[in-house]
Nanobody, 123 residues
Framework: QVQLVESGGGLVEAGGSLRLSCAAS????????MGWFRRAPGKEREFVAA????????LYADSVKGRFTISRENARNTVDLQMNSLKPEDTAVYYC????????????????WGQGTQVTVSS
């Protein structure tokens, strides 16, 4: 069973950047498609980005396309989310997740989740 731990969250001004990292342990992530999701206060958890097992395929939510970049290093067992041009509406708890199927934006397909890291963007 893989365990996931997110880091890199914090407080940043609008227009700034943050890089989130997800460190896996217990099993190599090369067997999994990986995704990032977020939950804003009072809202449902939503898809942000996903990456295929070998990193060759990516998906993004329309709201972050062109601003966020997902990447993975299977040798280091990590998945990162580079977030640029941050907006106040990006404020949320960000979660890393693993799926045993083809990379997808469907929350229900992810079986392992981290505890989340808070991102707060001030206006």
């Amino acid at each position: 069973q893989v365990q996931l731990v997110e880091s890199g969250g914090g407080l940043v001004e609008a227009g700034g950047s943050l890089r989130l990292s997800c460190a896996a342990s217990g099993r190599t992530i090369s067997s999994y498609s990986m995704g990032w999701f977020r939950r804003a206060p009072g809202k449902e958890r939503e898809f942000v980005a996903a990456v295929s097992r070998n990193g060759g395929g990516t998906l993004y939510a329309d709201s972050v396309k062109g601003r966020f970049t997902i990447s993975r290093e299977n040798a280091r067992n990590t998945v990162d989310l580079q977030m640029n041009s941050l907006k106040p509406e990006d404020t949320a708890v960000y979660y890393c997740a693993a799926a045993s199927i083809y990379y997808t934006r469907l929350t229900s397909q992810y079986h392992t989740w981290g505890q989340g890291t808070q991102v707060t963007v001030s206006s």
